[in-house]
């Protein structure tokens, strides 16, 4: 099952604060709880909760009806990126949001690599069209 970024990032936010707790870290070093905020994870996973229920029966969905669904998932991601001023998500963040998207719709059936051919796109370029992040 593919793993939602902010998963990842909450992860790295503990595993930070155990070791400044443990005085393996320089605080200048750390950098985590800065990057990730809550509000940021907490608005990320409200967009991951609505992509998340929309992916029941994408897999037998026309390619309209996936694209419609990528397209609203990364224009609510633009607009959590447009509430931190743009800078929300850096390169490896939106890296890890992409291939999420493109995980979550290869585990219930879609086969990514022919949607994206078929509406003549790179294999890695499906989010491109609405992403401002």
């Given at each position: 099952?593919?793993?939602?970024?902010?998963?990842s990032w909450?992860?790295?936010?503990?595993?930070?604060?155990?070791?400044?707790?443990?005085?393996?870290?320089?605080?200048?070093?750390?950098?985590?709880?800065?990057?990730?905020?809550?509000?940021?994870?907490?608005?990320?996973?409200?967009?991951?909760?609505?992509?998340?229920?929309?992916?029941?029966?994408?897999?037998?969905?026309?390619?309209?009806?996936?694209?419609?669904?990528?397209?609203?998932?990364?224009?609510?991601?633009?607009?959590?990126?447009?509430?931190?001023?743009?800078?929300?998500?850096?390169?490896?963040?939106?890296?890890e949001l992409?291939?999420?998207?493109?995980?979550?719709?290869?585990?219930?059936?879609?086969?990514?690599?022919?949607?994206?051919?078929?509406?003549?796109?790179?294999?890695?370029?499906?989010?491109?069209?609405?992403?401002?992040?």
């Amino acid at each position: 099952m593919a793993e939602r970024p902010t998963t990842s990032w909450r992860h790295g936010i503990a595993e930070e604060a155990e070791e400044l707790a443990a005085g393996t870290l320089d605080p200048e070093c750390a950098c985590m709880a800065a990057l990730f905020p809550e509000e940021l994870l907490t608005a990320t996973d409200a967009v991951l909760d609505a992509f998340e229920g929309e992916l029941s029966g994408v897999g037998e969905a026309n390619d309209q009806h996936v694209l419609a669904v990528v397209e609203r998932v990364v224009v609510a991601l633009n607009g959590v990126n447009d509430a931190r001023n743009g800078s929300a998500f850096e390169t490896g963040e939106r890296e890890e949001l992409c291939d999420y998207i493109d995980e979550s719709l290869a585990e219930r059936g879609v086969d990514v690599a022919g949607l994206t051919a078929r509406h003549g796109l790179g294999r890695y370029q499906l989010t491109d069209k609405w992403r401002r992040w």
